[in-house]
Nanobody, 123 residues
Framework: QVQLVESGGGSVQAGGSLRLSCAAS?????MAWFRQAPGEEREGVAT????????AYVDSVKDRFTISRDNAKNTVFLQMNSLKPEDTAMYYC???????????????????WGQGTQVTVSS
């Protein structure tokens, strides 16, 4: 079992920044951030391979969001800059112990989830 604990959400005005953190109870192969707005499906935002540091992003956040990790603390971060109202959602940290050829961005392919942290961006 892996426990994931997120922190860092909040309310900001458009153009502002927030930094989310996700602390895992042990090492996992891949970690990702997802978000879900009311009435919408859960969307993959960014991912990182904890070993190599390779990253990927959904197009809508490229050049604005940065995912990084601190392997010594089993912690992943999501730095969110130039926030827009459409970034408003509950943000979830997710982890899995392998890829086995699966895409990184499908929520159903992740085993472990955090409780979520709310991000609200006002115009």
């Amino acid at each position: 079992q892996v426990q994931l604990v997120e922190s860092g959400g909040g309310s900001v005005q458009a153009g502002g920044s927030l930094r989310l953190s996700c602390a895992a109870s042990r090492y996992t192969y891949r970690m990702a951030w997802f978000r879900q707005a009311p009435g919408e499906e859960r969307e993959g935002v960014a991912t990182i391979l904890t070993g190599s540091g390779n990253t990927a992003y959904v197009d809508s956040v490229k050049d604005r969001f940065t995912i990084s990790r601190d392997n010594a603390k089993n912690t992943v971060f999501l730095q969110m800059n130039s926030l827009k109202p459409e970034d408003t959602a509950m943000y979830y940290c997710a982890a899995r112990v392998g890829d086995w050829g699966r895409s990184w961005s499908r929520a159903s392919d992740y085993t472990y989830w955090g409780q979520g942290t709310q991000v609200t961006v006002s115009s």
